[in-house]
């Protein structure tokens, strides 16, 4: 069935299981989600742009501060700073192009797309053949790299352990690599090396395993795990080739165990040097030229010649063969001429990896013939599962079963050579003499692998032949049986794979991600291991503090000792990891259920932090989309909450749409998550005591209260430098409110959590940036269109004009004022918020202009100053109005009316003291209609009406107010009597009825 795909998609369906979809070349297009109407301005593999704020520090391994993975860095310098990013960008810059092309593959074959679980299972098998085409695809582009490189190497060190020499680091000191093509490749890929070579071989390796294996497990429904003929009921009749069909048909275990040796043959043929290049150093040693044939020629002239006992003693310590026939050596306990030693071995050798490599019995005669050694490529004929259909019916069951035993004896007792005992053992299902020259994991899991096969065969023999019956040869002679030694014929991979994790030849191999991801996928212990995966990666991301996207698990992962799970910097393994997972879920694995789901998306989350890092964050929504629940949002929040180009902040939104994220959800629940992630810890109300604009320092005001004091200059601080990263984050949650239709509450309530907690710990330069980035406003213009209609401020919204007559008509009239004072009374409390911040602000400005004018006494400067100080005061005065009349004295939120009436008391009284002194100050510097305005104040205050009066009594500071008042007074007669006659005060401020006549002391 083919996959769900949107009409745009990069990659095509594939059309059955015979042709891959052509993937489109990494550099020759720009990356785009299928589906998306957005695309990125870079190309793959391109550097990484970021938008990502200045202010977000890395950590060394790349994790940004306040992360879930580290803590707050120390300030650094620009080039420290560069240091440490530069590891990840290089990694960035490197596996960028693959990253994109996976999660490319992944929004094709999405299988959050559909419900049924046939389709998801056709979606992940295409999935899995895609991402083996792209890494195929990377290992041909590195081998034509770094041939030349691979070849030495091999021919220093692969030889030398096929001949059985010890091998040290040393071994490669002496290569040098010759000029090759690299300069004239694109420099992405002259940073490659050997080793990402290696790497990604035994990453093609991995998904190949997987494939075979997804296709035995999870088969098709209605159909069986594999897809060989079933015949006839079995007879005593059969030939052996029915008979070994049959038995892979009724033994799922057997085929399983067939797959996986298959593909470690194919792995080997593939990944190995030539046979012929292999056994050239021994055929060299062995003194004959160029001759690979003409047999013992050393040993034939060394027996023919009349020196014998000679050349006995003079070339060998043990006595030569006195005969030619194949068993001599055995039969006679002697040995050949040192130089047929070596061709001996090189021919066992090159037999060995022959069927170490699954070739056919006609290569493996033609090898042999070449070398006129056919009765070699006889006793190769008894390899079950690499004959042909036609050697399989020249063939007699009971013979087969027979041969095999008669080569557990050579295996055991005969041969003079391990590669010759271990040729014996994998004809006849041994493991002993076959583990000898085993070299890699590989090798091991082959042997016993190979040895479980062929006795589960011998086993189902027994009983197929029925009424056939057994030679007496046959049962005499001894066989290994591979299955008990294993034991549980289920848990046999499971126990094989960690003794190999033991073994000393072969733990260092089994420290290697994807080899440990290969031994997971052969024991069939995914689901187990990716729990153990998911603890590993808590117990790393809380190592040094408390994480916020991973949680921390008192379980400890299993077997540290031994097992090297994937950390949080290696991040190919962590894409493969993480895709392969995604399959798993895809197919329907049962991963452990609610209980173990926190701990196998870790490794998810892990991922899309590294993607975030690396300038990814395009593809997050994608791989968000794939975790259960909440998680999904809370990981998408804090991951893109550094985004602050409103333009990607849009393609976010887009692409989540796409992927079926709910964006109302994202945004409503970002600030909540940041606000549990930096909690408001303190217990009191800091600003009730701390928040004070007077410098009393001065002795002077202590001394005499009426003395004239200004407000302290930039006591919010300038621009946003004084801004914590955390309340800077908060801020950010709140701007991508703006770019979602509705929320018109939602984004009142937070902002007014966020206003709150800057007042009540004195963030002024917080509050004042949530005031510019969120200006209620500018909140009302966008979101009204959704509501109303139409974009209206809140000047519009409080106007109580009549309604057009079309509305009155239609008597939507007066559900539309409803709704405009339902709005209105939403944002209430929140615009009294930024009110007062507006008005900090406005004394500041006002405040520091006159410190200023105070300072700086040269004529240019004091005509500048007095300008500014002079425009100062209109905002100051029209942000002051609102706090003078019913300023917090009602709230939506019954909760908050605690904290409303502490941040009443703590702010109110000083700000408007504040106010009173500029006024003052700007009387005697400006104008007495300052003055003028307030002994305008003092009445308003004083009203019967008045809220204010009460908050000063009840913080004790009523006599300040006064004081402060009458100060203003005695500077405003004190000016009037300096003053011209009365009379000339403008009509406007007559009006207002203020008369500075009665301020003449002198009248």
Known sequence: MAPMTRS???????????????????????????????????????????????????????????????????????????????????????????????????????????????????????????????????????????????????????????????????????????????????????????????????????????????????PVPGKSGQSLRRYAAINQYSSEYELWEDFLAKDNLALERKTVLQWLKETADESGEEIDILVQDLQQNADRGDIIAAGWIHTKHAIKGSKLNIAQHASQIEPLITQLDPDAMTRQKRTLQEQDQFFERAIWLGCYEMLRRGKSSAEIREWCTERTEVWRAVSMSGSLDERSEEDFESGDPESSALWRRMCFALARRGGGDDYERAVYGVLSGDIQSVEVVCRSWDDFVFANYNALLKNQYDNYLRTALGARPISLATLNLESFDAVQFHGDPQAAGRKLIDTLKTNPKTAPETLQPMKMLQGVLVADQFAHFIYQQGLALSHFANANGHSNLIPPKDEKPENEEFTKYVTMDDHDSLRVLTHVLLIFMGLGLDLGGILRVTEVENVIVAYISFLRLAGKEELIPLYCSQL????????????????????????????????????????????????????????????????????????????????????RSDFIGGDNDNVSRTDMLLIRSMEWYLLVDGMWSEIFTVGTMLYLRFFKNMNLSAARELAIKARSSEIAKSKTPALLGKSLDFAELSNDREEDLTEVLDGSADEKRLLKLHLLAEAKTYRELEALIECLDNVETCSSLATLLVEDRTAAAQQQWRKGLSQSYGPMRACIEPLLKGWLLTCQNDGAEAELKQLRKAYLPETILAYIALLQFGGSALTRDLLMECMELSAVIAGEDSDVLEVFMRTGRVKELVEAFALASKELLVLTAQKAAPGTRSKKLRRKGWTPELWNVKS
Request: charged share 35%; net charge negative; aromatic share 8%.
């Open 8 to 218: 745009h998609a990069l990659i095509p369906p594939p059309q059955g299981r015979q042709a891959l979809p052509q993937q489109p070349r990494a550099r020759d297009v720009s990356w785009q989600f299928s589906g998306s109407d957005t695309r990125s301005e870079r190309e793959l593999s391109a550097e990484p742009p970021s938008s990502f704020s200045e202010d977000a520090e890395m950590a060394p391994n790349g994790f940004q501060e306040d992360d879930d993975f580290t803590k707050r860095l120390p300030d650094r310098s620009a080039e420290e700073t560069e240091a440490i990013l530069h590891p990840l960008r290089e990694t960035a810059n490197r596996v960028g192009r693959e990253v994109e092309r996976f999660a490319e593959v992944l929004d094709g074959y999405n299988p959050q797309r559909t419900n049924d679980q046939d389709e998801r299972r056709d979606m992940m098998v295409d999935l899995i053949d895609l991402y083996l085409e792209i890494a195929m695809e990377t290992v041909e582009k590195l081998r034509k790299l770094h041939a030349l490189e691979r070849r030495k190497k091999n021919g220093i060190r692969w030889r030398r352990k096929m001949r059985g020499f010890e091998v040290s680091l040393g071994d490669d000191e002496d290569i040098e690599i010759e000029d090759s093509e690299e300069k004239e490749l694109p420099s992405a890929d002259r940073q490659t090396t050997l080793e990402d070579l290696e790497r990604w071989e035994q990453e093609a390796q991995t998904w190949d395993l997987l494939r075979r294996l997804v296709h035995l497990r999870f």
């Open 628 to 711: 259960t629940g909440k998680r999904k949002y809370a990981i998408l929040c804090r991951n893109l909450i550094d985004i602050t180009d409103n333009d990607q902040r849009i393609t976010q939104i887009r692409l989540m749409r796409e992927f079926g994220l709910d964006v109302q959800e994202f945004v409503g629940l970002q600030a909540r998550f940041l606000l549990g992630d930096f909690p408001d810890t303190v217990p009191s109300y800091p600003a009730s005591e701390n928040f004070k604009l007077f410098d009393d320092a001065d002795p002077s005001v202590a001394q005499n209260p009426l003395t004239s004091r200004r407000p």
